[in-house]
Nanobody, 122 residues
Framework: VQLQASGGGLVQAGGSLRVSCTASGLSFSDYGMAWFRQAPGKEREFVAA????????YYADSVKGRFTISRDNAKNTVFLQMNSLKPEDTAVYYC????????????????WGQGTLVTVSS
């Protein structure tokens, strides 16, 4: 199983960025998907999750209204659209896959990508 994240980069505060994660080696439409992030010196934290069908999504309070998670099962890809970015959003963003579930709990997820760095300058 591989989860390949991409799309990170440097953006100014108030700007937008979309990160993507393409999965291989699994039946993507059977998996709940999520994004977590980890800032330097901090623990990994939940950002957003989406059910296998895409019918339900969940967000951390800190990103609600600014970030949108979506998926394209035909392309085995999950996206995170990030708008109105703040310097505190700076982190490595990781995608994760959970067979049958989409939760906020990091322990739910069996497979993880390598992460993509998002840096928001003030």
């Amino acid at each position: 199983v591989q989860l390949q994240a991409s799309g990170g980069g440097l953006v100014q505060a108030g700007g937008s960025l979309r990160v993507s994660c393409t999965a291989s080696g699994l039946s993507f439409s059977d998996y709940g998907m999520a994004w977590f992030r980890q800032a330097p010196g901090k623990e990994r934290e939940f950002v957003a999750a989406i059910t296998w069908s895409g019918d339900s999504t969940y967000y951390a309070d800190s990103v609600k209204g600014r970030f949108t998670i979506s998926r394209d099962n035909a392309k085995n890809t999950v996206f995170l659209q990030m708008n109105s970015l703040k310097p505190e959003d700076t982190a490595v963003y990781y995608c994760a896959a959970s067979l049958g579930w989409a939760t906020k709990n990091v322990d739910t997820y069996e497979h993880w990508g390598q992460g993509t760095l998002v840096t928001v300058s003030s």
